[in-house]
């Protein structure tokens, strides 16, 4: 069977060595500009047999048409796609639905638990309809108990089932956190590695449109110290698919962070069965002369700017780190060494997010490859109000974006 | 008499016993092999909430009996070696004993198959053993070494034993709970036909998570027994003061209960039994042990400060298992007190055997810091810059 990576110049072999340990030589020596544009999501088809293809048409074409609609509200590559790639358009709460349905179809022992996940379809529609087909044994609708149904789905994973627990607000899951910090993460340490924990938590978090402090919550700077578990962050329906199909065959516990903002991008994903490296940051745009980094709804802010920056005369160099923890050091690594210049824009507060923890893992691995010192533009820390031009002054404005890579680069 | 006993050398918990020499010296089959059922009373009839009490007369039989003096006595032997231990600084952290409660331990693994699970909180030792841990792992464990159970990265509040469904094992108070309930409703997704014992204390029974955790079994009909282990004091709190209704087996409200005599193993058994059978059926039930422990909260407790030694020495003189189960040996004249004796003589030594042999078994490696952070998988691994130099593999 054939897979497709989203691969950033690594090709994995179907062994059982990481995916990301391997990169073909002709990638090492070839010239920087060709081995920018084979990073932008180029299909990397690895067959059965070890050999492997790449596929680079439409996929690069992509990063010019980002550019230009930055805001991508309906990024349509459908035009460039259309002739050599079909696939299917859809929603990005349809592709997380979709890599959901597909896993379910595929392991018997995945099961979704959450807040009315079951008959009423999800509050986001995740899960639409997959409790008429799974039936109600495996999309559970659970009271109000998240602290519970967390430890429950923990104890569930602890015998080899692979629960999707769901928080339908990521805010809701602070009531948990003694079951994902104490027996989530670290469970399989201290049993000396008698179990795993193959468990998936998800749920929308981040600023919305007014909803409140309580319900605008960035829970992946709380979490983040927790060892023994993953987080991944998605943004569009691509990774969104790849990234939840990729964190139920995980055996480590994910937390797989979503937008609430970003439930309606629409954008054309192949119909063939892939899945996203777990801890592997994806290369939206190349560049030469500043790398942004960024992640979940901020990437369309940093996007929105660059479209600005280019008309500008900058090139700046767009990557989604989309792995939380841990960080994607090689991609990020490599982009640094070629810029030199590091902007991070987030939503998490400035204290103690991932942005303090990516500016302190960079300055301390690449801090000879830095001409400036690394600006983190972050949200303030401060609740996040419910006025519509106050909340806009919490987070990062793409505006902000544009003025600090112009102080960047002087 | 013509009965001698065959240790078996490693830490096992069934002796051998030989046959007698010859029959026409001794009329009294080995103790450990004789299953003549012998009918026993238990101390007080079950109090129940929601359903009807199973009846006070339990079945055994001498084999039983032996078994379950064996095994208390080696839990006993073990929690107070951990005592002397703890006090020379072998152990170090946190050690909560459980001398006096050993009679749930071992009346419920009599109930049980391994195919049940077993959860329970930080008091862990004995529970651990009843599963099937042997004295060792135990000892090395409590030592933080490399035979331990968790590879002594776990604790004296972190034993697990896959192999037998024991779940552990930990330290924050009713976390296990839900776990508990989680661990039911794998066993009824799969189909198991097997049940999930859920242990918790009286502290512990004041968390919401209990109730949620309860709330969710009933309402999808989980094979979950929640047990409560109530030694009447959470810490240097007791009972009355920490629980407005410490009616513990009342507690889940819709959720039938059963308060049993927690000091008296044949209750136990029977109460365990007649709940595995009802949650088959009908969904979570409550079990209040109602038992005592000797020692105080953790090794760093007296034990004195918020109950009288009188109470203590009270209870050990009235209620002890371990006496319990002596005293029905012995008038159903199973075995003589000398052999009783011996027993205890032997598992004495089958603990400092076990004991001198952790004290042998090295540290763990400085790798397995690293070790067992993620399960093998994607292989996180933590770079250096170029990828060169692999700074640590997560493994």
Redesign the interface.
């Known amino acids: 069977m054939a897979a497709i990576f989203q691969g950033v110049g690594a090709a994995a072999t179907l062994s ?4 990301n ?1 391997f990169v073909p030589k002709k990638f090492l020596t070839s010239p920087r500009r060709s081995f920018c544009v084979r990073k932008v999501p180029s299909s990397v088809v690895v067959r059965s047999d070890g050999s492997v293809n790449f596929d680079l048409n439409s996929k690069s074409r992509r990063a010019q048409q980002l550019v230009a609609n930055a805001v991508a509200t309906k990024a349509d590559s459908s035009a460039a796609s259309s002739s050599s790639n079909p696939g299917h358009e859809l929603l990005l709460f349809e592709a997380l639905r979709e890599g959901l349905e597909e896993e379910m179809e595929r392991d018997p022992c995945v ?1 979704v638990m959450g807040e009315d996940v079951g008959h009423y379809g999800g509050s986001y529609k995740v899960t639409k309809d997959l409790a008429k087909k799974f039936g109600d ?1 495996r999309v ?1 609708d ?2 109000i ?1 998240e ?15 692979r629960p999707v627990v769901e928080g339908m607000n990521m805010g809701f899951l602070l009531l948990a956190f ?2 994902i910090s ?2 989530c993460g670290m ?10 924990i ?1 468990i998936v938590i998800r749920g929308p978090g981040g600023v919305g449109r007014q909803l409140g402090a309580e319900h605008s919550q960035r829970l992946e700077s709380y979490f983040q110290s927790i ?2 578990i ?1 987080m991944v962050a998605c943004s569009t329906p691509y990774n969104a698919k790849g990234l939840m199909k ?1 964190a139920i065959r ?3 516990p994910v937390i797989l962070f979503e937008h609430v903002l970003l439930y309606n991008l629409k954008e054309r994903i192949p119909d063939e069965d892939y899945i996203c ?3 592997e940051a994806e290369m939206v745009r190349p560049g030469e002369h500043v790398t942004i980094l960024t992640y979940s709804r901020m990437r369309y802010h940093v996007m929105q700017a660059a479209k600005t920056l280019v008309n500008k005369g900058y090139d700046p160099e767009v990557i989604d780190i989309r792995s939380l923890k ?1 960080f994607d ?2 991609t990020i ?1 490599n982009s640094v060494k070629k810029t030199h210049r590091v902007v991070i824009v987030e939503e998490c507060m400035r204290t103690g997010g991932i942005g303090a923890s990516l500016t302190a893992a960079i300055t301390e ?2 801090n000879d490859y830095l001409d400036a010192p690394i600006m983190c533009l972050s949200s303030q820390d401060v609740p996040t109000p419910y006025a519509g031009t106050l909340e806009e002054w919490t987070v990062v404005q793409p505006a902000q974006i544009v003025t600090a890579v112009e102080q960047l680069c002087q | 008499m013509a009965l001698s006993h065959l240790a078996s050398s490693s830490p096992s918990r069934s002796a051998n016993l030989l046959k007698p020499l010859s029959s026409a010296i001794s009329l009294r089959r080995p103790i450990s092999t004789d299953t003549t059922p012998i009918t026993v009373e238990t101390s007080v009839p079950f109090t129940a909430h929601q359903c009807e009490a199973p009846s006070r007369t339990v079945q055994t039989n001498a084999k039983e009996l032996a078994t379950f003096f064996r095994d208390m006595v080696v839990m006993r032997r073990m929690e107070i070696a951990a005592d002397s231990l703890y006090k020379a600084k072998l152990i170090r952290g946190f050690c909560h004993l459980y001398d006096g409660q050993e009679a749930v331990a071992v009346g419920m693994e009599a109930a049980l198959t391994k195919k049940d ?1 077993i ?1 329970t909180s930080y008091r862990d030792h004995c529970t651990f053993v009843a599963r099937g841990g042997t004295l060792l792992e135990v000892f090395a464990e409590l030592m933080g070494r490399q035979a ?8 004296s509040m ?1 034993f ?3 192999d037998s469904n024991f ?6 108070v009713g ?1 296990q ?7 039911a ?6 189909k198991d036909e097997a049940v999930t014992f859920a242990l918790y204390g009286d502290g512990a029974a004041n968390q ?2 209990l109730f ?2 309860l ?2 079994s009933a ?2 009909d989980l094979p979950a027994i929640l047990v409560c282990e109530n030694n009447h004091y959470g810490m240097g709190t007791a009972e009355w003061r920490a629980a407005k209704s410490p009616a513990y087996y009342k507690r889940g409200d819709y959720a039938p209960g059963l308060k049993v005599d927690g000091m008296d193993a044949l209750a136990v058994k029977q109460a365990c039994a007649f709940a595995k059978e009802h949650a088959l059926k009908n969904g979570p039930i409550i079990l209040e042990m109602d038992t005592y422990r000797y020692h105080g909260h953790s090794m760093s407790d007296p034990g004195s400060t918020y109950r009288t030694r009188d109470e203590i020495t009270g209870v050990r003189q009235e209620r002890d298992p371990i006496e319990r189960i002596r005293k029905l040996i012995l008038s159903h004249d199973l075995s003589t007190d000398k052999e009783l004796k011996d027993i205890e003589k032997e598992v004495r030594k089958e603990v400092d055997d076990a004991i001198a042999q952790a004290k042998e078994n090295p540290v763990p490696e400085p790798s397995e810091l690293f ?17 060169k130099e692999v700074r640590a593999t ?1 493994a």
């Open positions: 059982s060595s990481p995916s340990s099961c044994l559970l659970t009271p108990a602290n519970s149904f967390t430890g429950m789905g923990i104890g569930a994973a602890m015998t080899g089932l003694n079951q104490n027996n469970l399989h340490y201290t049993s000396g590695g008698q179990f795993t193959p060892p023994g993953q990729a995980s055996e480590n490296n777990l801890e841990p050091l090689y690594g691995n690449f | 699970c959860i331990g159970c968790s590879k002594g990265k776990g604790g972190h697990y034993k896959k779940y552990g094992g930990h330290g924050i976390a709970v839900p776990l508990g309930c989680g661990l409703f794998a066993q009824k997704y799969c919401g998570q949620e955790a709330n969710i309402l999808w070790s067992d952070v993620y399960a093998k998988g994607l292989g996180v691994e933590s770079f250096g810059a170029d990828r997560l």
